[in-house]
């Protein structure tokens, strides 16, 4: 149980387009879904928190309007990147937590590979 | 702020041998302290959990010890296997569960030989 299901999970894009990342969660509620970048042999970085039906919470130094952030929904998430531009290049990641896990693990989708050329 | 280090960027071992992977933290303990695993191009699987008041955790070849006055958590795989390569990263969850996210470290990445 407690399956996310991140897609796509690699996406080729010219610089100044937009693409849109999905996050579902499968087979439970995630009401908080959250989204991160990693750099090679870096830590996964917060880049915000998505609430289910209200606006998402960005951490600091994330530009929300660059990176849309959408919770329609109790099982979806999407993150939106738009005007891409090469540095924006980079491995993103969603996870959820489910309040039937009793033990708090974040459950995390297989990322998403973003390149922007 | 809350700072996490584990000890090494790689920890290279032998087959069989056991890998103990170590993850230090400042300031305050975690109530909860999570470990990962994490293989290339995928999002990071979920292994075990410690809570502040257990002193150790097992679960088949892998075992997790918890020590709040050293503010340190040590991460072991015995009989260590070839399949056992990756990278594992341990996280703090200082809301006991709660739906806030998690303090992750950079990561150790294991290679097991053969």
């Known amino acids: 149980g407690a399956v996310v299901s991140q897609h796509p999970s690699w996406v080729i894009c010219k610089s100044g387009t937009s693409v849109k990342i999905e996050c579902r969660s499968l087979d439970f509620q995630a009401t908080t879904m959250f989204w991160y970048r990693q750099f090679p042999k870096q830590s996964l970085m917060l880049m915000a928190t998505?609430?289910?039906?209200?606006?998402?919470?960005?951490e600091q130094g994330v530009e929300k309007d660059k990176f849309l952030i959408n919770h329609a929904s109790l099982t979806l998430s999407t993150l939106t990147v738009t005007s891409a531009h090469p540095e924006d290049s980079s491995f993103y990641i969603c996870?959820?937590?489910?309040?039937?896990?009793?033990?708090?693990?974040?459950?995390f989708g297989n990322g998403t590979r973003l390149t922007v050329t | 702020s809350q700072k996490i280090e584990q000890n090494s960027e790689a920890l290279n071992i032998q087959e069989g041998k056991t890998a103990t992977l170590t993850c230090n933290y400042t300031n305050y303990s975690p109530a909860y302290l999570q470990w990962y695993r994490q293989d290339p191009g995928r999002g990071p699987v979920f292994l075990l959990l410690i809570r502040e008041n257990e002193k150790e955790k097992r679960k088949e070849r892998l075992k997790v010890t918890f020590d709040t006055t050293l503010k340190q958590s040590l991460f072991h795989i015995t009989a260590s296997q070839p399949a056992d390569s990756a990278t594992y990263l341990c996280?703090?969850?200082?809301?006991?569960?709660?739906?806030?996210?998690?303090?992750f470290g950079k990561g150790t990445k294991l290679s097991v030989k053969p």
């Open positions: 996280a703090l969850d200082m809301l006991r569960g709660s739906q806030g996210n998690l303090i």
């Open positions: 996870s959820a937590r489910t309040l039937l896990d009793s033990t708090g693990a974040l459950h």
């Open positions: 998505s609430n289910e039906g209200s606006k998402a919470t960005y």
